[in-house]
């Protein structure tokens, strides 16, 4: 990751841009036909917690908008893909899981 960092600042100072998304990139920001529910907000209300619907739109937001600042950086964009990998199999396998069951914890 740090090493992707450190592409990505010689990629913005050398103005080298990248135009398009990478493969994996664009499958996991579009939607994903084989998900069950669609949207954030059936996504939340599955899980009981449509209360939280404000603030992660809000920061679903940012991150979009974080990812179109950075979209023309092809080492940004190996970067999201990892974290987004990342935050993908979490949600699927702790937050979501199949039986769409979850006790609330704090």
């Known amino acids: 990751m740090t090493a992707l960092a450190q592409?990505?600042?010689d990629?913005?100072?050398?103005?080298?841009?990248?135009?398009?998304?990478?493969?994996?990139?664009?499958y996991l920001i579009s939607n994903r036909e084989d998900s069950d529910l669609k949207g954030l907000r059936e996504k939340l209300d599955?899980?009981?917690?449509?209360d939280e619907?404000?603030?992660?739109?809000?920061?679903l937001l940012a991150f979009e908008q974080m990812i179109?600042?950075?979209?023309?950086?092809?080492?940004?964009?190996m970067l999201f893909v990892r974290l987004l990998m990342r935050i993908m199999t979490v949600f699927e396998t702790k937050i979501m899981p199949p039986a769409f069951m979850l006790s609330r914890q704090k």
């Open 53 to 59: 619907w404000t603030s992660a739109e809000r920061d």
């Open 46 to 50: 599955a899980v009981d917690r449509a």
């Open 11 to 26: 990629e913005m100072r050398d103005q080298k841009t990248y135009n398009g998304y990478i493969d994996k990139l664009q």
């Open 7 to 9: 592409r990505i600042e």
């Open 68 to 77: 179109e600042k950075y979209t023309h950086y092809q080492s940004a964009q």
